[in-house]
């Protein structure tokens, strides 16, 4: 039996739940980020271990604190326009987790995020074409398949950029210059940027030694979802308010506006007063 669910994958209670990792296997943001909550610090440790995992691959964990007994993680490819092998290595990612989960031996039923769908950029009616295909090859060896679905605002990794029409793309980055026309004629900005999309984001910490350890996402959540910023010399808070309200209407993938959260933040002249 295939189902798909609109829930939180790390609440499922089937034996195992695959996770969208990246090629470190130590934790991201999105769907990653949240089972590594989920499951505690135990199982960054337990997936480290088995770094690195290229794309197509998976690895299989102990689940630790969540309902799932084992976690597969699974590394899909990141779109770069599907001609980069990308439908065969996400194919190969589903496989790979499905032969794991078999491979285990006590896997009856496994729930399923959309890997790379989100904010590595695959095209989802085609990430979600080739997971039902492979979905469908492997139904009659399970009990109980579950493709979970948990669709983020738009505007973020659901919505990448990337994927928009060029008419939708012209008309946002239209409404972005006109913005920042007037913020120039009004002599209020300061400086303004536009960043990479999430997939191209990297976090860096250090580890035990201080050495630095470098991973890649995915990042989908809208909080990590930042695709440039204004610093605004403005006289009031409002007014900084009213610029956000603004931006957050510029317009998405099918012309209407996005409504996006914009967050606003002070640029401090000195260091914060001791409380």
């Not at 609109?6 to 996770?19: E, S, W």
């Not at 976690?71 to 290595?89: D, F, M, S």
């Not at 030694?209 to 470098?214: D, F, Y």
Request: glycine share 10%.
């Amino acid at each position: 039996m295939i189902e798909v669910v609109r829930a939180d994958i790390t609440t499922l209670a089937t034996d195992a739940i695959v996770n969208a990792a990246n090629e470190q296997l130590a934790g991201g943001g999105g769907v990653d980020g949240a089972i590594h909550r989920a499951a505690g610090p135990e199982l960054a440790r337990a997936s480290m271990a088995l770094a690195p995992c290229p794309p197509g691959n998976a690895v299989i964990t102990p689940g630790f604190r969540l309902r799932a007994k084992y976690v597969i993680h699974a590394v899909g490819p990141v779109w770069r326009g599907g001609t980069h092998g990308e439908e065969a290595l996400l194919r190969s990612a589903y496989v790979r987790s499905f032969e794991l989960a078999l491979e285990q031996g006590d896997i009856r039923t496994i729930a399923f995020p959309g890997i790379s769908a989100g904010a590595y950029g695959y095209p989802m009616s085609q990430a979600a074409a080739v997971a039902v295909d492979v979905m469908r090859r492997y139904r009659p060896r399970f009990e109980r398949i579950v493709a979970c679905v948990l669709h983020a605002p738009r505007g973020t990794g659901d919505y990448a950029i990337t994927q928009w029409s060029p008419d939708a793309l012209k008309a946002h980055m239209q409404f972005m210059h006109e913005l920042n026309k007037d913020l120039i004629a009004a002599g209020e900005r300061v400086d303004a940027q536009g960043l990479a999309a999430p997939g191209e984001a990297r976090i860096v910490r250090a580890d035990a030694k201080g050495l630095p350890v470098v991973t890649d996402g995915p990042f989908a959540e809208a909080k990590e979802f930042l695709a440039g910023y204004w610093i605004v010399d403005v006289d009031t808070a409002e007014r900084a308010y009213a610029i956000a309200g603004r931006a957050s209407t510029a317009p998405g993938p099918d012309g209407k506006p996005l409504n996006l959260k914009i967050e606003v933040r002070q640029v401090l002249s000195a260091p914060p007063a001791e409380a």
